[in-house]
Antibody, heavy 119, light 112 residues
């Protein structure tokens, strides 16, 4: 079954760090675009970052310099390293596949992993 | 504040049609035909319903349709069913110098 499974969320203090993982099944991270999208409690969706099949990466201005997306092709997994976390980073973080169905459309989503930044 | 503007709520009775709007600018919705719509039930991940303004992924009922006029995109749900009650989010490409996509704030659709 084609799926993405996130893990690594939790409670962290402001200024702290966390690494999220997105394990991919039935397709390869090396041939697809994988994005992170977050949703603060009771709010809409916000695009965070994307890693393209060629390994290039892009970020939302709100996270640039603090969050880093990467991948391990051997593990077929995408990561989001989160540093210098702020209260406003509190959200459910989804990984999603993009670029397979249409332009800039996310056709497969994980179930999400919750990140709470609080003292 | 979201880049795209959606009404916070919409409603309709079973069997009726309802249209949800998503308003942007010339730099996103008005400039490109890359609008997507997602359905999200409580506690669940979003599901792609419409891409590239009017196209439906395999498995999405043809009761769901998309359109665009100027800077406003719309999602129409015809023949409303109870299971259509969910949040709906729009997104759009906004050019290579902007975020990968921009999203709307979401619309809660209630089936009365």
């Amino acid at each position: 079954e084609v799926q993405l499974v996130e893990s690594g969320g939790g409670l962290v203090q402001p200024g702290g760090s966390l690494r999220l993982s997105c394990a991919v099944s039935e397709f390869t991270v090396s041939s697809n675009y994988i994005s992170w999208v977050r949703q603060a409690p009771g709010k809409g969706l916000e695009w965070v970052s994307v890693i393209f099949s060629d390994g290039s990466t892009y970020y939302a201005d709100s996270v640039k310099g603090r969050l880093t997306i990467s991948r391990d092709i051997s593990k077929n997994t995408v990561y989001l390293q989160m540093n210098s976390l702020r209260a406003e980073d509190t959200a459910l973080y989804y990984c999603a596949r993009a670029g397979t169905v249409g332009v800039r459309a996310f056709d497969i989503w994980g179930q999400g992993t919750m990140v709470t930044v609080s003292s | 504040q979201s880049a795209l503007t959606q009404p916070p709520s919409a409603s309709g009775s079973p069997g009726q049609s309802v249209t949800i709007s998503c308003t942007g600018t010339n730099s996103d919705i008005g400039g490109y035909s890359y609008v997507s719509w997602y359905q999200q039930h409580p506690g669940k991940a979003p599901k792609l319903m419409i891409y590239e303004v009017t196209k439906r992924p395999s498995g999405v009922p043809d009761r769901f349709s998309g359109s665009k006029s100027g800077n406003t995109a719309s999602l129409t749900v015809s023949g409303l069913q109870a299971e259509d009650e969910a949040d709906y989010h729009c997104s759009s490409y906004a050019g290579s110098d902007n975020p990968y996509v921009v999203f709307g704030g979401g619309t809660k659709l209630t089936v009365l």
